[in-house]
């Protein structure tokens, strides 16, 4: 069965760099579109980024833009989520999930990122 | 992208039926038949229970049905149950973007 696991959360200061992977297994993962998607405390869900099955398209929130990096490793089975000068806002849970037509599929469990002094 | 927006709250009791909406844009639900529907529990990741308006993924009750009427997308719970208690977040495609809403809160009399 489809099995993505987040990894890589933790505290980190504002300006500070944090990357997150995303372990897939069960399915044929080049198969798939992939997307990031994040919840703050006690808020709803917003969509961060996706990447298109290849790699080679990519779409990011504009309140990521320029400060995050979504990339995927096929052969590894990875996805990835580089995060540079992070905000106290950007604190969340970040889940990945396989994607078509832009309907996240599965969903991981989940990594939390906290952005603090 | 803006958010699509949802009612913040529903209730309804044991055995009746409820419907949430979620009204976007035509740049997102009204252009395009890709809105799912997401059923979140306190600690839990969200689960899919509706794609491309009206779908049901294997092992989701008929009980849960969507619809879209233009711009607003709805999702109907009929027979509701105790464990149909959670946050419903509608979500669309929007070409490049992708935008989920606020959120509701479904409480169970």
């Known amino acids: 069965q489809v099995q993505l696991v987040e990894s890589g959360g933790g505290l980190v200061k504002p300006g500070g760099s944090l990357r997150l992977s995303c372990a897939a297994s069960?399915?044929?993962?080049?198969?798939?579109?992939m997307t990031w998607i994040r919840q703050a405390p006690g808020k709803g869900l917003e969509w961060v980024s996706c990447i298109t099955d290849g790699g080679d398209s990519i779409y990011y929130a504009d309140s990521v833009k320029g400060r995050f990096t979504i990339s995927r490793d096929n052969p590894k089975n990875a996805l990835y989520l580089e995060m540079n000068s992070l905000r106290v806002e950007d604190t969340a849970v970040y889940y990945c999930a396989t994607e078509n037509w832009g309907t996240p599929l599965h969903w991981g469990r989940g990594t939390l990122v906290t952005v603090s002094s | 992208q803006s958010a699509l927006t949802q009612p913040p709250s529903a209730s309804g009791s044991p055995g009746q039926s409820l419907t949430i909406s979620c009204t976007g844009t035509s740049s997102d639900v009204g252009g395009y038949n890709y809105v799912s529907w997401y059923q979140q529990h306190p600690g839990k990741a969200p689960k899919l229970m509706i794609y491309e308006v009206s779908k049901r993924p294997s092992g989701v009750p008929d009980r849960f049905s969507g619809s879209k009427s233009g711009n607003t997308a709805s999702l109907t719970v009929s027979g509701l149950q105790a464990e149909d208690e959670a946050d419903y977040y509608c979500s669309s495609y929007a070409g490049t973007k992708r935008v989920f809403g606020g959120g509701t809160k479904l409480t169970v009399l």
């Open positions: 069960g399915f044929t993962f080049s198969d798939y579109y």
